[in-house]
């Protein structure tokens, strides 16, 4: 079992916003990519980040996006889309979304729309 599926996701979510504020994007536009991904509204997510939900309870909680497979792309070195563990996959489409977000696209883009 990889370290990052027993990591609360609150504990990383700051590191999404602060890399994203840093590129000029908001902390919302982020919230909307996890709720696109995840199906959480902004309620869910935000219980979830108040009770440090690891990765692998946030991710077995979600209903993901049939368009989640449409995220393709290099992620860390590794392609997401070759990602053998469904966990680890859903988890590299996340910092995948969140790399596109402070690359400046737009989000229609980012949300395979």
């Not at 509204?41 to 990765?55: M, V």
Request: with cysteine; aromatic share 8%; hydrophobic share 45%.
């Amino acid at each position: 079992m990889h370290r990052i599926f027993t990591t609360s996701v609150a504990s990383v979510h700051p590191h999404y916003v602060a890399k994203l504020e840093r590129k000029g994007r908001t902390r919302a536009e982020l919230d909307e990519v996890i709720g696109w991904l995840t199906g959480f509204d902004e309620a869910t997510l935000a219980g979830h980040l108040d009770a440090g939900t690891t990765f692998e309870e946030f991710f077995a909680a979600a209903r993901l996006n049939p368009r989640a497979t449409a995220i393709t792309g290099v992620v860390c070195g590794v392609r997401v889309e070759d990602v053998e563990d469904p966990l680890m996959q859903k988890i590299r489409y996340l910092d995948k979304l969140v790399d596109e977000l402070a690359r400046g696209k737009a989000m229609e883009k980012v949300l395979r729309a």
